[in-house]
């Protein structure tokens, strides 16, 4: 590839202003505050952000204006401090934004005839920069120009450095290709699948420059979700709503629960009663007050006996029951607030499906005698949250299958967790859009236990 330049320029979002000798440079990671340096350089610097300039030019620049060779060293060592919105491009092709306080840019010493090719981890995507080529182990986000499509393409296999030294060298700077194999190697990379690092860097604070937290993204544009869904329609079965002092007076200690809490798949043959299930779910899952909007907090929320995210409540849960004492095999809703369940109308052979695929995660040991499939309204915490509302809806998940697992085994129930589900066959089932409200966790409730030690 010929006709190629290296060039620098700052973060465009970098703002540059000097006032009584001190340049100050505020950029999204924080500021950087130069003392004494002299005019020529302020005045180069200034001009830098969100534009490229070539960096011996702006050295020949400066001694063209009468700038002397320590103020040359003087405007290197002032770009090195800038690592952190230094952009690095390859015009036309490419230009390398770093993305976090921490990134590093260093061209690597690669051979002619060496090979780079794409890292493993890396993707391509479209954003508000055009076309971009990121990684969750890139410090550094790249925007792609057309030209640089067929070096993308070739870069899927592997290419020869000297086919394109300054782009692949830069490239590999950035950590989006590899000119080793210690992806395929490192045990530790290994292990991970791409969209598992993917999602993992992005819902943790750090390492990149987007949005995170509670920004409350679209508070100016959307009504939140409501707090609690309206119910389907339905034929509506009321459901027995327990003493909580009886309850209390009644259940084993604590620690009596927790110690004997296990994952129960194989079980007696009664089925759970009607009553039993109305106070599973009273215990674990209703609303037990509808709060808010107030101060800091401006939606509805709701408290319930598990602990939620920003009480959110972004969960739902759906029951296909194979056998309950006093309920007819079938599919239905839980209304939290109205304590009921209305009955859904599902394909019965949907319903078989949902129940087969739950026994297929014991490997076959359970029966299912009830499925409490848990769905989120997403919406309801992205409303809230950027960039972590996905993994705050797995984490509520998990809050809630110990709830379950706690209240079950105090009552002499059968838990049993699931790592999987089908959320297309889950969202068939319950008359879902699955991008609205979607499977995110599965969970079995049978009958007494069989013996003492079933299950493992
Ligand atoms: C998130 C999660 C996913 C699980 N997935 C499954 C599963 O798919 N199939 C299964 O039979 N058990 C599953 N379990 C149950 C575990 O196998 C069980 O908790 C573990 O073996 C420890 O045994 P214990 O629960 O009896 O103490 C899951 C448990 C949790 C918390």
Avoid at 364 to 370: I, K, N, R, S, W
Wanted: charged share 20%; glycine share 10%; proline share 8%.
């Amino acid at each position: 590839m010929t006709g190629l330049t290296r060039m620098i320029g700052l973060r465009e979002d970098a703002v540059v202003e000097s006032a009584g000798g001190v340049l100050t440079i505020t950029h999204p990671f924080g500021v950087t505050i130069a003392r004494g340096l002299p005019p020529g350089i302020e005045s180069l610097l200034r001009e830098l952000p969100g534009t490229l300039a070539d960096e011996d030019e702006l050295a020949r620049r400066l001694v063209a204006e009468g700038g002397t060779s320590q103020e040359v060293a003087l405007l290197y060592l002032a770009l090195s401090r800038l690592r952190p919105i230094l952009v690095h491009a390859v015009e036309p092709l490419l230009r390398v934004i770093p993305i976090a306080r921490d990134a590093v840019f260093l061209r690597p010493a690669l051979s002619p005839g060496s090979t780079v090719r794409l890292s493993r981890f890396a993707l391509v995507r479209r954003s508000r920069e055009g076309l971009v080529l990121e990684s969750p182990l890139s410090r550094h986000r790249v925007t792609l120009a057309e030209e640089a499509m067929p070096l993308l393409a070739a870069l899927g296999r592997e290419v020869m450095v000297k086919e394109a030294p300054e782009a692949l060298g830069h490239l590999v700077a950035a950590g989006l290709a590899r000119a080793d194999d210690t992806e395929d190697e490192d045990p530790a990379l290994r292990a991970w699948d791409f969209h598992d690092l993917l999602f993992h860097s992005r819902s943790r604070w750090g390492g990149n420059d987007q949005p995170f937290g509670a920004t409350f993204r679209f508070a100016a544009e959307l009504p939140p979700e409501p707090v609690v869904k309206p119910p389907p329609e339905g034929v509506a079965v009321e459901l027995f709503r327990p003493s909580l002092e009886e309850i209390a007076a009644a259940d084993p200690p604590f620690t009596t629960v927790l110690e004997s809490r296990r994952s129960v798949r194989e079980y007696a043959d009664a089925p759970p009663t009607l009553r039993q299930l109305g106070e599973l779910l009273y215990r674990t899952a209703r609303v037990r007050e509808v709060f808010g909007p107030g101060p800091g907090m401006p939606y509805e929320a709701s408290s319930r006996p598990y602990p939620g995210g920003g009480a959110v409540y972004e969960l739902e849960l759906y029951l296909t029951v194979g056998r309950c004492e006093g309920l007819d095999s079938g599919v239905y809703y839980y209304d939290p607030l109205g304590h009921r369940l209305v009955t859904l109308p599902a394909r019965s052979e949907d319903a078989r499906a949902m129940l087969a695929v739950a026994s297929a995660a014991t490997g076959g040991l359970a029966a299912p005698d009830v499925l409490v499939t848990i769905t989120s309204r997403f919406q309801r915490l992205s409303w809230k949250y950027s960039a972590l509302a996905y993994s705050a809806t797995l984490k509520n998940v998990g809050v809630l299958y110990q709830t379950l697992y706690l209240v079950a085994t105090a009552m002499g129930l059968s838990p049993c967790g699931l790592g999987s589900g089908d959320a297309g066959l889950a969202a068939r089932t319950f008359g879902l859009d699955w991008v609205r409200e979607s499977s995110v966790g599965d969970f079995l409730i049978g009958g007494a236990p069989r013996d003492a030690r079933s299950g493992s």
